[in-house]
């Protein structure tokens, strides 16, 4: 079932144009990673999903309803968390987790505490005392407490230490086992990279890329390093080999994916000692999507991440 369909969005501020025909489809029970750098599109579009901004053109519907028109009973089973989260400076951290979860009528107070132990929070302490990294973590355990079908989480672990980005990675695995739909957009590619079943990668407002990882790996290339009994010759001009160099453990060398079977039957005629490879990153894959290309949009409107 699809839980996000986005078809052909447009939405224009004036005479630009933020995004450009964005397809998008998140289904039942998947984590989908929604990649690009900022200013390539990303929070423009969720924040068309959340009824904040219209569509100028196209479609956008979550459970099969209206983005725009239907906000009020789609928000009743998202739950949001923004990159930067801004709190009432007077109430204490509990307090504001606790608001959040009446206000989604659900009430589980153990999966509240537990959360909060997880995260290592103080919710005794006033909001205008946190730092952004705590700022963070009470907008996810508000959010992770609640009973959503959706979780749209706009670069959640902004300001967040790598042991709690971890606990994050674990509650995000969590919903995904209890049939739950995440939306993630993010420019922490390794986050990406553990979590997501699919991709879509965003450049200037447009999706230049969306699949699996594995079907978008094909794109990318292989790293090669080997040791040869023989000095091997003639690599450079072997299709789908690049950036070759000596070290002292032999040659390094990529391969485009596809050339692989090739290259192996040139290198092997010179008797392989030592091989290792590498599989490529979606690291790899995003850098190669944005070599001389810009890697943002100057807008001069505010909100066109």
Known sequence: MSMVKITNLTKKFGKFTALDRVNLEVNSGEIFGFIGPNGAGKSTTIRVLLGILKATDGSVKIFEKDAW???VEIHKRVAYVPGDVNLWPNLTGGEVIDLFVK???????????ELINRFDL??????????K????????????????????????????DPLMEQVFQECVMDIK???????????????VEKLCDK??????GSIIETGTLNELRHLTRTQILVETKQKITSLEKVKGVHEVEGTDQGLLFQVDTNELDNVMKHISSFGILKLESAPPTLETLFMRHYEGKATSVDSGVGGAN
């Open 69 to 71: 028109d239907d906000a």
């Open 103 to 113: 206000l989604r009528g659900t009430n589980n107070k153990s999966r509240r505490e």
């Open 122 to 131: 103080d919710p005794t302490k006033k909001c205008r005392t946190y730092s």
């Open 133 to 160: 990294g705590n700022r963070q973590k009470v907008a996810l355990i508000a959010a992770f407490s609640s009973d959503a079908d959706l979780y749209i989480l706009d670069e959640p672990t902004s300001g967040l």
């Open 177 to 191: 086992k209890q049939g739950k739909s995440v939306l993630l957009s993010s420019h922490i590619l390794s986050e």
């Open 199 to 204: 991709v879509a990668i965003i450049r200037e």
